[in-house]
């Protein structure tokens, strides 16, 4: 079975063109994966095949660390998250 939302290959760095972390939107960013994460436990809970069952679980373990790490970031603020949230994904 193929994933649901994230790659389980991580995506190759390009070190010739870096990303400025501090120019990041972790407040977006944290909405998205916020959002995927109702999504993967929705498919978690309801889904009556094992194999996307497993599949969701794993993801779910991506996506929180990845809400994780958006949480650190020092631009990061909750207040305005949930407002982006709500403005990009209705909830």
């Keep these: 079975m193929s994933y649901i939302l994230y790659n389980p290959t991580p995506e190759r760095i390009n070190y010739n063109n870096p990303v400025n972390y501090n120019n990041l939107n972790a407040n977006k960013r944290w909405a998205e994966h916020t959002y995927n994460l109702i999504i993967l436990k ?6 009556p095949d094992v194999r996307e069952k497993i599949q969701a679980t794993k993801e ?27 403005q990009e994904y209705g909830i």
């Design 60 to 86: 779910i373990l991506v996506c929180k660390k990845k809400i994780s790490w958006w949480e650190r970031h020092p631009k990061f603020i909750e207040k305005d998250a949930l407002y982006v949230r709500k």
């Design 42 to 47: 929705h498919i978690e809970t309801t889904t």
